[in-house]
T-cell receptor, first 114, second 112 residues
Framework: DAGVIQSPRHEVTEMGQEVTLRCKPI?????LFWYRQTMMRGLELLIY????????DSGMPEDRFSAKMPNASFSTLKIQPSEPRDSAVYFC????????????FGPGTRLTVT | QQQVKQSPQSLIVQKGGISIINCAYE??????FPWYQQFPGKGPALLIA?????SEKKEGRFTISFNKSAKQFSLHIMDSQPGDSATYFC???????????FGTGTLLAVQP
């Protein structure tokens, strides 16, 4: 079975540019989570969706960040405009609402903003 | 009250030894406690998890010990191997939300 798929795996962009990160959850999973990982702040939950509906976006750092889940098999995290402090690894994870609570992580997107 | 406190920050163990990582929580609504393992350049991977109705769960060399009254849980890695060298995260969830609250991570190095 395919796991969580994220693209791109690496992104290098200049400050002020728009960045879009993409995620395809595991088929049959109805919860999707976006995380950011940095050395300084560890693993932070940015936003999560249940059944394609955003449930908690309290971790989204600023209005520059937005996330969408137009259908059960696709989600995007957009940063506009990007800033150097956004440099981090962004993970997408998925799980089943009716499951034990397990979340399965994708390989991550390493974002570098210069 | 939403925090999960993890210690130690880093740990060095000799091959064949026992690695122990501890976590503590405050929110009594938490009812699911997983441990994740992360290798460099990879996403965290679910290792083992426990619910509060049992005090211990073992899967191979990995054991979770759970103390509900103390609101603490720990990961024990028996016969630690160099391949176990990774960062380990504890987490917790429960109540009205299915989001996980992660600890700050423990960098484990198993020396050959």
């Amino acid at each position: 079975d395919a796991g969580v798929i994220q693209s791109p795996r690496h992104e290098v962009t200049e400050m002020g540019q728009e960045v879009t990160l993409r995620c395809k959850p595991i088929s049959g999973h109805n919860s999707l989570f976006w995380y950011r990982q940095t050395m300084m702040r560890g693993l932070e939950l940015l936003i999560y969706f249940n059944n394609n509906v955003p449930i908690d976006d309290s971790g989204m750092p600023e209005d520059r960040f937005s996330a969408k889940m137009p259908n059960a098999s696709f989600s995007t995290l957009k940063i506009q405009p990007s800033e150097p402090r956004d440099s981090a690894v962004y993970f997408c994870a998925s799980g089943r609402l009716a499951g034990e609570g397990e979340q399965y992580f994708g390989p991550g997107t390493r974002l570098t903003v210069t | 009250q939403q925090q999960v406190k993890q210690s130690p920050q880093s740990l060095i163990v000799q091959k064949g030894g026992i690695s122990i990582i501890n976590c503590a929580y405050e929110n009594t609504a938490f009812d699911y406690f997983p441990w994740y393992q992360q290798f460099p350049g990879k996403g965290p991977a679910l290792l083992i998890a426990i619910r509060p109705d049992v005090s211990e769960k073992k899967e191979g060399r990995f054991t979770i010990s759970f103390n509900k009254s103390a609101k603490q849980f720990s990961l024990h890695i028996m016969d630690s191997q160099p391949g176990d060298s990774a960062t380990y995260f504890c987490a917790a969830s429960g109540g009205a939300t299915n989001k996980l609250i992660f600890g700050t991570g423990t960098l484990l190095a198993v020396q050959p």
